[in-house]
């Protein structure tokens, strides 16, 4: 096989469970030695996406290969060179973090499975709890020994679905940094995740899954690029200075905010259009309480695109 294929490569991919339709004509690739993030809400197919393309679950239609390899045809194959880690941790908690390690090292044949089992408690800083039961340890180091298990016999593609769901703000950044590593060592990733931040911060290229296909890809810039260059917020002071402002601006593009007298304009980013509804709210009785400037974030390009698809107009802002 080519070094040259893609990791992960795709096409018309359909699947139903019984009579529920769940994925509707995926198609995605993912080059070597990148990491993929298959973004979407609860529900939207992430899990039976990642089982299709590690062969526990098989596709209704469609072709979909693992390292140049056929999930159908040769599911040895892939196995052979991927790892998976559950949305769920699958760590034995009645076993101590070593011997879950040795347990698969054994159960693969790798050449010594104790020297490996130590290099990774190294790594993922488990060294201390290394002889503690699994129950002892805390929901960030479960998942740590989990993603351990999967690199034991040195994958060279892992899938990771939702490794950071549940965990709080510091074992997620260690999760991240360990995430980054594994890239920067030539692993291929495929992460799916309900964060969108997360998506952004480890992603090359991002998919958004919704309703059953994906429903647009791209790098986190290509997705912001996607939205005009700037968002600008307008706080006013009360609901009339609000009510007034949003019938000013009726021209401009605006986006639904959950926040109270909170006006959210999409602008083209340069300081004269800024001007123009500075000018346009004074000269109408103002009111304005606060202002800032942001750069569009993914969360506004998912809100936008899953809105647009639903038919929600922006005109509801007001
Ligand atoms: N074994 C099953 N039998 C029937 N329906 C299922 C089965 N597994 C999943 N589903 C349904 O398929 C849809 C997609 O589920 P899936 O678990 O792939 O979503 P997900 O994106 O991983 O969601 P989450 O973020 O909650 O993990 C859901 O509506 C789910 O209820
Ligand atoms: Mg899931």
């Known amino acids: 096989m080519k070094k040259t294929d893609r990791a992960i490569s795709v096409k018309g991919l359909y699947k139903s469970y019984q009579d529920k339709s769940v994925l509707t004509d995926v198609n995605f690739e993912v080059e070597r030695g990148t990491v993929y993030s298959l973004l979407g809400s609860n529900g939207a197919g992430k899990t039976t996406t990642t089982k299709m393309l590690t ?4 596709p209704d239609v469609g072709e979909l290969r693992v390292s140049g390899h056929d999930v159908i ?3 040895e194959k892939v ?4 790892s998976l880690t559950g949305q769920f941790a699958s760590v034995d908690e009645s076993l101590t973090g070593r011997e879950n390690l040795l347990l698969i090292g054994k159960l693969n044949h790798i050449a010594g499975p104790k020297e490996r089992a130590d290099e990774l408690l190294a790594y993922f800083n488990l060294t ?3 002889n503690r039961f699994v129950s002892t340890y805390s929901g960030g180091m479960k998942r740590k020994l989990d993603i351990a298990m999967s690199l034991v016999n040195r994958p060279e593609m892992i899938f990771l679905d939702e490794p950071t769901t549940g965990l709080d703000p510091q074992s997620r950044h260690s999760m991240w940094k360990i995430i980054r590593e594994l890239k920067d060592s030539g692993v291929t990733i495929f992460l799916t995740t309900q964060y969108l931040e997360e998506a952004e911060q480890l992603a090359d290229k991002i998919g958004i899954l919704d309703k059953g296909s994906i429903l ?3 790098t986190a810039r290509e997705l912001k690029n996607m939205l005009p260059q700037g968002v600008a917020e307008f706080t006013f002071a009360d ?3 609000f ?4 019938r000013l601006v009726s021209e401009f593009e605006t986006m639904e905010t959950q926040e109270e007298n909170k006006l959210t304009i999409y602008t083209d980013g340069t300081a004269n259009m800024l001007s123009q509804l500075f000018q346009k709210f004074a000269s109408n009785g103002g009111g304005i309480k606060e202002f800032t400037q942001k750069q569009p974030t993914l969360e506004d390009v998912f809100l936008t695109l899953i809105g647009e698809k639903e038919g ?7």
Do not use: H, M, Y
């Open 55 to 58: 062969t526990l679950l098989r």
């Open 73 to 75: 045809r040769e599911p």
């Open 79 to 82: 196995r052979e060179v991927i």
């Open 128 to 130: 201390d709890s290394a």
């Open 216 to 218: 647009v890809e791209g």
């Open 239 to 241: 609901e009339e200075d």
């Open 243 to 246: 009510a007034r402002a949003c």
């Open 312 to 318: 929600i107009k922006n005109e509801e802002t007001c």
